[in-house]
């Protein structure tokens, strides 16, 4: 993991850990620490949609997108994309999350500690990425499988 997601990752936990947000880090992020070798892009973070909202107002000079609905062919969700010290961070609601049509349900509880951080479990990150079945998804299932 290169010094630039390090520092990120390090805020942003920070700013979650100091205002009570409950989060799991997914994506390639999470892929990473099971074992996938890809350079990693942004940070991944799941949290509830009120916590998106608050997060907003906590971190509000650091946002380039959103908060508001974002969807495209792979997404329909909450996001809110934040830049700090050029590491991009997304931060995704939970609470009317779907993935290719599919409705999600998350439990941020089932979270694992790795590293002192909450990442989402291997079994439900590897359903996640055969559910979106990007490239860069494939790349990661081939490591973790």
Same mark, same amino acid.
């Given at each position: 993991? #290169?010094?630039?997601v390090l520092d990120g990752l390090k805020w942003i936990v920070g700013v979650l850990n100091r205002f009570g947000i409950d989060y799991q880090i997914t994506g390639g992020l999470a892929a990473f620490w099971y074992g996938s070798k890809r350079e990693i892009y942004d940070i991944d973070l799941e949290v509830s949609d009120s916590d998106v909202y608050r997060l907003s107002e906590i971190?509000?000079?650091?946002i380039i997108y959103?908060?508001?609905r974002y969807v495209d062919e792979h997404f329909d969700l909450l /996001? +809110?994309?934040l830049k700090y010290r050029d590491q991009l961070i @997304? %931060?995704?609601?939970? @609470? #009317?999350m779907s993935i290719r049509? /599919?409705?999600? +349900? %998350? @439990? /941020?509880r089932s979270a694992v500690n790795i590293g002192g951080y909450r990442v989402v479990g291997l079994g439900d990150l590897i359903a996640y990425k055969k559910l979106l079945g990007r490239e860069v998804d494939l790349i990661d299932i081939g490591f973790l499988e």
């Open positions: 993991m #290169n010094y630039k971190c509000r000079e650091h959103g908060p508001e /996001l +809110m994309t @997304d %931060v995704c609601g939970i @609470d #009317n049509g /599919l409705r999600q +349900m %998350v @439990d /941020l």
